[in-house]
């Protein structure tokens, strides 16, 4: 009889560790992409290639699962491109930032084909709700003309990210007001070049900056962040790490595009092109001062100590640094490989 106990515990045993493994394996089974697949592109023409971006994402099947690297060769793509949500695993590769561009010309107060105004979020020459998106050695450029601070409806940008988890390596990203539309999600940007006038950088996206250059081409005023997290719940907000900002002044290094807006510099060169005060509240009525997260942690340049000029931007110790140095700050170590970061 206590044999029979004994065999039976064992057995039972046996099967709940058998029944856990099986059921962790399922929670934990990753169903991402499998194989590759190579598109190319060439304005130029030629074999086996198609003539514009868009032509080359609408061959991708909807609901992709395959690794997809459209290989752009150099030269101007004059058109708007657009990658839906249903094609995910889409890589651009270009020849170099300076020679691969797409560019378009749309601005906020441009009618669109339904005869309605496109607003801001519209005029991106390039726009993403795929997850899973990466470009490298590329450019997007609206090549609409700057306006002056204050001018109504001449926002004009050169690519939106609205999907999760992308990537950016060596990247150009070329216009005046809101030029880099970092809408939603997860974003990871390296060695990039971002240039424009007012809020160049904008949205509510969860995002890290490294090693980029943020080009102020500002004339009377302008601003590089604006930030529009909404919520202290929200894990949104904008980190620029070993970051170099340049360029024509005097700009606000970060706006609250939000009432909870989250923007931190660590690391990074400033030029003499900060105004005095450095930070914007937005609209100065929303006491957006008292809930805002503006942080800097061990800046430099000319510029830098306007960057520390309202008490409200922190000067941070490392234990409130720390959360936006790494890729963490993105959850990366699970989406960025360790050679990418």
Not at 212 to 234: K, M, V, W, Y
Request: net charge positive; with cysteine; glycine share 10%.
């Amino acid at each position: 009889m206590a044999f029979l106990f004994v065999h039976s515990f064992f057995f039972f045993t046996f099967f709940l560790l058998c029944f856990f493994s099986a059921a962790t394996n399922h929670l934990h089974h990753w169903v991402g992409p499998t194989g590759h697949r190579l598109i190319k592109v060439n304005v130029n023409g030629g074999s086996d290639v198609f003539l514009s971006v868009q032509a080359a994402v609408d061959s991708i099947p909807d609901y992709n699962t395959v690794n997809t690297i459209i290989r752009i060769s150099p030269g101007y793509y004059v058109e708007k491109v657009v990658v839906p949500a249903t094609k995910p695993y889409i890589t651009f590769e270009g020849g170099g930032k300076e020679t691969t561009v797409i560019e378009w010309h749309d601005r906020a107060g441009d009618r669109g084909p339904s005869g309605q105004q496109l607003r801001t979020y519209r005029t991106a020459s390039v726009t993403v709700f795929a997850n899973y998106f990466s470009a490298r050695n590329i450019s997007f450029k609206n090549t609409a003309p700057a306006p002056l601070p204050g001018m109504q409806g001449w926002q004009a940008a050169a690519f939106r990210i609205s999907g999760d988890k992308a990537y950016f390596s060596g990247c150009g990203f070329y216009g005046a007001q809101d030029t880099l539309c970092d809408d939603a999600g997860r974003h990871y940007f390296k060695e990039c070049y971002i240039e424009g006038s007012i809020d160049f950088i904008f949205g509510n996206g969860r995002s890290m900056y490294k090693d980029c250059e943020l080009h102020s081409i500002a004339t009377r005023f302008g601003s590089i962040a604006a930030q529009d997290r909404n919520s202290p719940h929200e894990k949104t907000g904008f980190a620029f790490l070993r970051c170099k900002v340049t360029g024509s002044g005097p700009i606000y290094v970060g706006r609250a595009m939000g009432q909870y807006s989250r923007i931190v510099y660590a690391y990074t060169y400033f030029d003499d092109v900060v105004a005095h005060g450095g930070w914007d509240d937005w609209d100065h009525v929303s006491n957006k001062n008292k809930t805002v997260f503006f942080g800097v942690y061990k800046c430099w340049g000319p510029g830098a100590s306007k960057v520390k000029g309202v008490s409200w931007a922190k000067e941070l110790e490392y234990k409130e640094a720390h959360p936006f140095l790494a890729k963490s700050f993105v959850n990366g170590r699970h989406w960025i490989a360790p050679s990418d970061a």
